[in-house]
C-alpha cells in the first residue's frame, strides 16, 4: 500500500479484507448484544426491586457508579482472572458496564409512573403483580428502553479492548493497525465499522424508546 494516500489504502483494505471486516463487526456486535442482554435481565429486576424498596436504592446505585469507575481494561484483566481468556470474560465485562444505565433507567422509570394511575388499577381490584405487568412496566418501557439504548452503545465501546483477551472482534483490526508500520488505515478500518455499528444501535434504539413512550402513542392515537 504504499504510495497510497490514507484514503486508498483504506478502500484497498477493505477490498482485500471485506469479509474478514465483516466476521469481526458481526462478532463484535454479538459480544455487545449478549452482554446488555445479560445485563437486562439483572438490572431490569433490580431496578424494580428497589423501585419498591426506595430505601435500597442510593446503595445498589452507588455500587454500579463504583463498578463504572473501574477502568474498562481493569475490569476485563479482574474477570479474566476467574474466566480466562475468550468471550465469556467480555461479556461479563459488558454486563458489569451495563448495568448502571439499565438499574437507573428502570427505577427511574417506575418511581415517576402517576400515582393516580396506580391507585386506578388498585381500585379495580388488580393485584401487585397484575398493577406492574399491566401498569408501571408499559408506562415505564420507553425510560427503561432508554437505559438499554445507553448500555448498548457503552458496550459497544468497550467491547473493542476484547481483543486483549482473545475474544475477537473489530477490536482486533484496530490493534493490528497500532502493531503495523503506517497502519493508520487499518486503524480506520476497524474504528470506523465501530462507530457506524453505535450510531446505527443508537438510532434503531432510539426509535423504539419513542415507539413505548406513552405520550407518543396517545398522540398518535
Not at 468471550?87 to 454486563?95: A, F, R
Not at 393485584?127 to 418501557?141: A, F, K, M, N, W
Not at 437505559?147 to 452503545?153: C, S, T, Y
Amino acid at each position: 500500500m504504499r504510495g497510497m494516500n490514507l484514503l486508498e489504502q483504506l478502500i484497498y483494505y477493505f477490498s482485500h479484507n471485506g469479509m474478514y471486516v465483516l466476521e469481526q463487526f458481526y462478532r463484535h456486535f454479538l459480544i455487545s448484544i449478549y452482554g446488555v442482554l445479560f445485563a437486562a435481565i439483572v438490572g431490569i429486576p433490580v431496578g424494580i426491586l428497589i423501585a419498591r424498596y426506595r430505601k435500597l436504592s442510593p446503595w445498589v446505585i452507588g455500587l454500579a457508579n463504583v463498578i463504572q469507575t473501574v477502568p474498562s481494561l481493569a475490569m476485563l484483566s479482574i474477570i479474566m482472572l476467574g474466566l480466562g481468556l475468550g468471550v465469556n470474560t467480555v461479556i461479563v465485562t459488558v454486563l458489569f458496564y451495563a448495568l448502571l444505565p439499565i438499574i437507573k433507567n428502570t427505577y427511574t422509570g417506575m418511581v415517576n409512573v402517576n400515582a393516580d394511575v396506580l391507585d386506578a388499577g388498585k381500585g379495580m381490584g388488580m393485584t401487585r403483580l397484575q398493577v406492574l405487568r399491566l401498569i408501571e412496566i408499559p408506562l415505564s418501557l420507553s425510560v427503561i428502553m432508554a437505559g438499554i439504548r445507553n448500555a448498548l452503545v457503552l458496550a459497544i465501546g468497550i467491547t473493542a479492548i476484547g481483543s486483549f483477551v482473545g475474544a475477537g472482534g473489530l477490536g482486533d483490526i484496530i490493534i493490528r493497525g497500532t502493531n503495523a508500520t503506517n497502519g493508520g488505515a487499518i486503524i480506520l478500518a476497524g474504528a470506523l465499522p465501530t462507530a457506524l455499528m453505535a450510531i446505527i444501535s443508537d438510532l434503531a434504539l432510539g426509535f423504539l424508546e419513542k415507539r413505548f413512550d406513552p405520550s407518543t402513542r396517545t398522540t398518535q392515537s
